[in-house]
């Protein structure tokens, strides 16, 4: 099995849209949950999110007719995979196209109501009921012609693909909110197998439109906080009461160590061990003993051959939901076992909420960061610790301290773990 490292990192987030904005803000434990202000949000049972600000695509993407296919988590995709290969220093006459690949993980894509509107209208009958019937006459003449393409989940994927040229591995990884650290494992896995040399991995998506906030405030999921915007996320506090929703993007350049060595490229961290598992108990309520996440955790540790004592801090999953940062808290301890009490941790989901299917690539990326630079980043927001949440979360303040093994966890609906562990090289 081949070394496999990390030579590029790229980030789109709600407090940052490059990698050096979103770190210098996580260290400085700045917030970027905002007010929605895509779309008017009166009267929706929530406001707020994490949202992407300023950012544009354009300057990233060679045909701008590509635009008209592309969703917004496609946009973050791109923008932070440009910065990723730039970090990396990748150049086509580097690179073999056939051994350069892409995973990307994500979920469902949210239709843009704006777009069906006008198909939807023209099937309404005259007792104001919607007509199927004429909705398969009439709705393809309103409908956008390429409106499918945007829909497609592996979209993700094939536009990276083309825009970097990679023939390789190109796969999409939908496993809610393990996708983004599920994509980083299997791409780190197909070249430590030798089917590829070099990966762009990671995570994208986007929920801030008006269906997904209103289905996910219908599931109960999202906080009702009426608290200052930046205060509502609040991983392990006792008075989390659900996630702020949230969207953004990261990928990490995956590389061959002996090929990142020849060539020179700055590393900043190596890829040592990944697990995931199930917990085949709900679709959206976790195993409360955290038997699950802990297996997920206890496999990358076998992977990495690594022992309980050589993790030195997590990058929690944290999510600010009463029964996630609960059940995280018990899987760690079943995981790392008394080594679980001196072994900080943090949420990251504090600062940028929750992004779904990026959480773990963005997450991952901070892992990388925390290796690279020696800096361990807050949980803001934790001013009242609940006494069932009894580990070290660094509450709200940065620390300075040299890092050699991580691990960065993630876990879903339907019972969906993952956990990538991350060391210096």
């Known amino acids: 099995m081949r070394r496999v490292v990390i030579t590029g990192i790229g980030v789109v987030s709600p407090n940052g849209n490059t990698t050096e904005e979103f770190w210098d803000a996580c260290v400085e434990g700045r917030s970027g949950v905002s007010r929605i202000d895509r779309f008017d949000t009166d009267g929706y049972p929530t406001t707020i999110g994490g949202q992407v600000k300023g950012f544009d695509v354009k300057p990233y993407v060679k045909n701008p007719k590509s635009l008209k296919v592309m969703g917004p988590n496609i946009k973050f995709a791109v923008g932070a995979a440009h910065q990723a290969a730039a970090f990396a220093g990748l150049s086509d006459d580097s690179l073999d196209p056939a051994r350069f690949g892409v995973c990307m993980g994500s979920g469902v894509v949210p239709m843009e109501l704006g777009e069906l509107a006008p198909a939807i209208a023209a099937c309404i009958d005259q007792d104001g009921e919607f007509d199927p019937q004429k909705f398969g006459t009439v709705g393809p003449n309103h409908l956008p012609p390429l409106w499918l393409l945007k829909q497609l989940p592996n979209m993700l994927s094939s536009h990276l693909a083309i825009l970097h040229h990679a023939e390789g591995p190109c796969i999409t990884v939908t496993t809610a909110c393990a996708a983004g650290t599920q994509a980083i494992g299997e791409a780190f896995r197909l070249i430590a197998r030798d089917d590829a040399d070099v990966m762009l991995a990671g995570g994208s998506d986007s929920r801030l439109e008006p269906l997904m906030l209103v289905a996910y405030a219908a599931l109960g999921a999202l906080s009702r906080s009426q608290r200052p915007q930046h205060e509502v996320s609040r991983p392990f506090d006792r008075e989390r009461d659900g996630f702020v929703l949230g969207e953004g993007s990261a990928v990490l350049v995956l590389e061959d160590y002996e090929r990142a060595k020849r060539r020179g490229a700055k590393i900043y961290a190596e890829v040592r061990g990944y697990g995931s598992s199930c917990d085949a108990f709900g679709l959206t309520r976790p195993c409360p003993t955290g038997i699950g996440a802990a297996r997920s955790m206890e496999g990358a540790l076998r992977e990495a051959n690594l022992d309980r004592d050589d993790i030195d801090y997590i990058n929690a999953h944290g999510t600010s939901t009463r029964l996630n940062d609960e059940m995280e808290t018990m899987a760690v301890k079943r995981a790392l076992g008394a080594d679980a009490k001196r072994t900080p941790m943090s949420s990251i989901k504090s600062m940028i909420g929750h992004l779904i299917g990026a959480a773990g690539a963005v997450e991952a990326a901070a892992t990388a960061l ?38 960065s966890n993630s876990f879903g609906f339907g019972g969906q773990n993952a956990a990538v562990i991350l060391s210096a090289v």
């Open 370 to 407: 925390t290796i690279s630079e020696g800096v361990l980043p807050p949980t803001i927001n934790l001013t009242n610790p609940d006494p069932t949440c009894d580990l070290d979360y660094i509450p709200n303040e940065a620390r300075e301290r040299p890092v050699n093994c991580a691990l």
